[in-house]
């Protein structure tokens, strides 16, 4: 996550190793029976990236090659394209192996919304599925699109990083006055400021910009089945330490901050740990089997 170094200034080190490696939920992940590759990767679209002698191609369901291990990276298939590297550059690929995106950039992101970010020479921009440059490459950050909108950063007079976002027009539609984001998930995104004391605080807007929950939080998550994993930061007498509870959309506590660590909500549960106990519970807060 492009955010963490910045908002993380004064965060104990032993928080953010333990909110970033906390478990995760694991999807499943097909793969084709094949044998002699060093990596295989997951099925994606009917095709799959796989590594052999240091390169990288493309098998199908029957484990046949489709596009030959010809580059120095490869990624799975996302709305029909998929990301490769030769030679310290990256571009992109259709599923007959046709490079539809020349190999001319210094780093990309997958297609999301039928819009990639690339990044040349520092600057980050946007580009269609066609490779056309739709949002010119002049923001010093940027993330993929999501529900609409992308964040962008800028620096500032003083060299620091300000965010806001932009629509697919590429016109500014939140202005640049944040130390962070993260982009938006049903409907809301999380903000951050640093407070006087140079802490981080989260809040969250609609897309609109208006503030909708407000900057009292320091460690959270987006949206996910409308609730947001929310951390509160304390100290004792040796550290700073965080605990975990989740809010609705208008900002109501609806499980409380008592989780020494916390995962998002997917199919109705979450992933929680307590008093270094491991376990999940439902939207209610109620430890389920």
């Given amino acids: 996550m492009n955010y963490l170094p910045q908002t993380l200034r004064k965060l104990p080190l032993i928080a953010l190793a333990s909110t970033v490696l906390f478990t995760q939920n694991v999807w499943a992940c097909e793969k084709p029976q094949v044998t002699g590759y060093d990596h295989i990767h997951c099925l994606s679209e009917g095709l799959v990236a796989v590594k052999k002698d240091g390169k990288y191609g493309y098998l199908n369901e029957a484990g046949k090659v489709v596009i030959p291990l010809q580059y120095d990276f490869a990624d799975i298939f ?15 690929i259709d599923k007959t192996g046709k490079v539809v995106v020349p190999l001319q950039y210094d780093h990309v992101r997958s297609f999301n919304e039928g819009f990639a970010m690339v990044v040349k020479d520092r600057k980050y921009g946007f580009i269609d599925k066609t490779g056309k440059v ?31 976002f932009v629509d697919k027009s590429g016109k500014v539609v939140i202005p640049f006055q944040y130390d962070n984001t993260i982009g938006f998930d049903e409907g809301l995104a999380l903000v951050r400021k640093f407070d006087k004391d140079g802490f981080i605080k989260e809040g969250f807007i609609d897309k609109k910009g208006n503030l909708v929950i407000p900057f009292q939080y320091e460690m959270s998550n987006g949206f996910s089945e409308g609730l ?15 605990k975990y509870g989740f809010i609705d959309k208008t900002g109501k506590v609806v499980i409380p901050v008592q989780y020494d660590n916390a995962d998002d909500f997917r199919e109705g549960l979450a992933t929680v740990e307590k008093d270094g106990e491991t376990f999940r519970i439902n939207k209610q807060g109620q430890r389920v089997k």
């Fill in 78 to 92: 996302i709305e029909s394209l998929a990301v490769v590297r030769k030679n310290d550059k990256y571009g992109f």
């Fill in 134 to 164: 739709v949002i010119p490459l002049q923001y010093d950050d940027a993330l993929v699109f999501q529900e609409g909108l992308a964040h962008v950063g800028k620096r500032d007079k003083d060299g620091f990083m300000k965010y806001g």
């Fill in 228 to 242: 947001a994993r929310i951390g509160k930061m304390y100290k004792d007498d040796k550290d700073h330490f965080f």
